[in-house]
């Protein structure tokens, strides 16, 4: 104790030792009165706290200007250390028992004894004791990994810049020790701080954008006593928005995105561009580890939810060659939170998503033997190189590692079980009536359950009925299924065109075929490519197929009936006038025929087979799988806008016409009784019977004059929405153009 300034032994020996005090000497002594007692070191306010222990009157300052100045001297070592002084004190208003007072830094009350002359400079230095006190206090709240382990690795930082502080500060300390009385000047122990203050300064700034992040409702000035650093408090308050950090959690990417602008508002200053540098580094590194994590083996090591990728607690592994693409979209996904600068462009960010989710899927693939993939070395040298989430490296390395994982996923695809290739050939061969016929079989055998009311369908049966054309030997028949879709096909298109939502519950108008739709689910990893929407887009172009070849089997199924049956021959007798209306209603189904023959000509020979071929060839060169998920949509694309299925006004009438034409041939054939007596006539009859045959005559003929008529202005309609959209997309294609011609043909016919 004899060693040590500041303390008098009397008043220690009227203290209790059952009190637990530590006690701030100066920089590095620290005295216990129980040695037993563990606890964290937190400094209190000594001297005044011993004085009202013991009752003892403060210390009056020496009136000898000298004297005076050497106790202030002492005082200033003291604040400097994070305690009291004699004469300089913490204000009224500080309270070390809250946190927030605390870690913004503590105010100065100087006694007003002391001499004016020394008030300037002791106003100056507690601005550094104040800052330096803040950043201790930060570094010890913020320490706790409960705020996540990249404010972690900045309250380290701190920490190490107040050691580094407290060392700068030891020479001094010795130096007023070891020295007579008098040799050392206040002016001179400020001049001495000044090298140490601009990080102080500057530290203290960042510290308060931090806590305005935290709670930007109440937002903490720095001490009005610096004017310049006050200006400068204020001016990145103004810069900052803190409002679009307190949307989401300060953590992880907000804090390095933080440090990033008051970086960048801070070039210019050289002490600030360093300091924020070294803090900004240090705190990267975390961050950093996860992305490095992610990019090379797909592991997400984020135990603090800090990282710009999150991963989904209600999705599990085991469920990923059976539930649609849930581990593309569910498992892994990006995170609702502020970025870090680097990762701004949400481009950037979803490269890095799918470049994990990649090198995730091949390494599962490979059976989760992290050492079959066979990593670039010079990326991963590149990625452990880097230093800062600042690097500009970052962002090239970030590039070459997406399209490593994007270019070895491929060419795992192309030789896995579940080959690509193979895939997209069973999905155009099972929904686009391929060479296998699955569809047309299953159609023929499931005719009877489809022609009843939707509501009435037995899907179980719809469901034997598949099983029976699926070859069981076929790999991928374990994926097919049949079920009914919500809504009749015009609907669901609508609704897909004008991106709103049905009700969900499903309409009971309508039969079976109007619904029913082929469901296939990729096996994994094929999953990761086609998305529902994807099958989606299948399951409407083969619905749209199903009608087209439904309806010419219809037309076909009545020109038999006209090939055989005597009625609809005609003599080109002009004086009967049954011949008449036989003649028209034969004319008008050919041109139905024959608009039900072109349409479907134009979609599959002009139209799929044409941008199959297209895709296949594109197959063979495409080296990632974003193209080949590009080129995969864009040739689905292609065909719906070859099926008129993508824009509403040709959508509404190509299915109308297909509508029209079936009802007519159904309604010729339910009225085959109508035809044969309009038709029977002799000399035998008499007038009543006539009559009859008369009205007979008349009612077929306005019915087939109503469907004449209203399958011309569809046809006219439908031909218009075909000019629109060639004039829309500025080109048309040949078979554009032939189909046109050939509509317009049947117009004029």
């Known amino acids: 104790f004899e060693t040590c300034n500041n303390i008098n032994l009397d008043i220690l020996l009227k203290l209790e030792k059952s009190i637990d005090v530590y006690i701030y000497i100066s920089m590095s002594w620290t005295i216990s009165l129980e040695d037993d007692i563990e606890s964290t070191i937190q400094p209190l306010q000594t001297y005044k706290y011993l004085q009202e222990v013991a009752n003892i009157d403060p210390e009056v300052p020496s009136s000898d200007l000298n004297e005076q100045e050497q ?3 002492d005082d200033v070592l003291t604040i400097l250390s994070g305690g009291e002084g004699h004469f300089i004190q913490f204000d009224v208003s500080f309270d070390p028992s809250l946190s927030d007072d605390r870690i913004n830094g503590p105010k ?4 007003p004894r002391i001499h004016v002359g020394f008030k300037d400079l002791i106003v100056s230095i507690n601005l550094i004791a104040s800052c330096a006190y803040s950043v201790r206090v930060f570094a010890e709240i913020y320490s706790s990994l409960e705020y996540g382990s990249v404010l972690n690795a900045f309250a380290c930082s701190f920490r190490n810049l107040y050691k580094q502080f407290l060392i700068f500060l030891a020479p001094l300390d010795h130096q007023i020790r070891e020295s007579g009385t008098g040799s050392t000047k206040l002016l001179n122990v400020y001049t001495f701080l000044l090298p140490f203050r601009a990080y102080l300064l500057k530290s203290k700034v960042l510290i308060t954008a931090f806590l305005n992040a935290f709670n930007p409702e109440n937002r903490i000035a720095m001490d009005k006593s610096d004017i310049a650093s006050s200006a400068e408090s204020n001016k990145l308050a103004l810069a900052l928005n803190m409002s679009y950090y307190s949307m989401n959690e300060f953590k992880g990417g907000s804090v390095l995105r933080l440090t ?8 210019g200053d050289s002490d600030a561009v360093y300091l924020y ?9 975390p961050y950093l580890k996860m992305i490095i994590s992610w990019l090379t083996e797909g592991v997400l090591i984020d135990p603090y939810d800090e990282f710009l990728i999150q991963k989904s607690s209600g999705f599990y592994v085991d469920n990923v ?13 990006l995170r609702n939170s502020v970025p870090p600068m680097a990762f701004n462009n949400k481009e950037i960010r979803h490269k890095v998503l799918e470049a994990g989710k990649y090198i995730n899927v091949i390494i599962r693939t490979l059976g989760n033997d992290r050492t079959a993939l066979k990593y670039d070395p010079e990326i991963l040298r590149q990625l452990n190189s880097l230093t800062s989430i600042e690097d500009p490296q970052l962002l090239v390395c970030v590039e070459k590692a997406y399209d490593f994982a994007n270019t070895e996923l491929l060419k795992l695809l192309k030789t896995h079980k579940y080959s690509v290739k193979e895939f ?16 047309n079989k299953f159609l023929d055998l499931a005719k009877k359950d489809l022609q009843k009311p939707v509501s009435e369908v037995d899907l179980g049966s719809l469901q034997k009925s598949l099983s029976v054309v699926l070859n069981p030997e076929n790999m991928w028949s374990q994926f097919i299924s049949v079920s009914l879709a919500q809504d009749p096909l015009k609907e669901s298109l609508t609704d897909l065109l004008l991106y709103s939502q049905s009700a969900g519950s499903r309409t009971d108008e309508g039969i ?33 197929l199903m009608e087209v070849n439904r309806s010419y089997q219809i037309m076909q ?8 049956d005597p009625a609809f021959v005609c003599f080109d007798n002009n004086d009967a006038l049954h011949e008449d209306v036989i003649r028209r209603a034969s004319l008008l189904h050919d041109r139905m025929t024959r608009f039900i023959a072109f349409l479907n000509t134009h979609i599959t020979e002009s139209g799929i087979m044409v941008h199959w071929d297209q895709f296949c060839a594109k197959l063979e060169t495409e080296t990632t799988v974003t193209q080949l998920e590009y080129d995969h949509n864009l040739y689905l694309n292609k065909c719906m806008d070859r099926c008129f299925l993508t824009k509403e006004q040709s959508l509404k009438f190509v299915l109308l016409l297909l509508a029209t034409s079936r009802k007519y041939s159904q309604f010729l054939q339910a009225n085959m009784k109508s035809i044969h007596f309009m038709t029977s006539a002799n000399d035998d009859d008499n007038e009543s019977i006539s009559q009859r045959r008369l009205g007979t005559i008349a009612w077929l003929g306005d019915a087939v004059l109503k469907f004449e008529t209203s399958f011309q202005h569809s046809m006219k309609r439908f031909l218009s929405a075909i000019h629109e959209n060639v004039s829309f997309n500025g080109l048309a294609d040949v078979a554009t153009l032939r189909l046109s011609q050939q509509l317009e043909s049947l117009i004029k016919s």
Not at 424 to 439: I, N, S
Not at 557 to 564: A, G, K, T, V
């Open 71 to 73: 106790q202030l001297i």
């Open 108 to 111: 100065y009350r100087i006694d």
């Open 260 to 267: 990033s602008e008051v970086l960048r508002d801070a070039l």
């Open 277 to 285: 540098q070294e803090l900004l580094t240090a705190g990267s590194q």
């Open 321 to 333: 060659g059976t539930q649609f693409r849930e581990f593309w979209n569910r498992r892994f996904s």
């Open 424 to 439: 997209v050939r069973v999905l155009k061969d099972l929904y686009f009536f391929g060479e296998t016929q699955t569809l």
């Open 512 to 544: 079976g075929f109007n619904f029913v739709q082929v469901d296939f689910t990729p096996p994994f990893p094929l999953s990761i490519f086609v998305s529902k929407r994807t099958i989606q887009r299948y399951q409407y172009l083969s619905r749209f």
């Open 557 to 564: 199924d009545l020109w038999i009936i006209r090939l055989q």
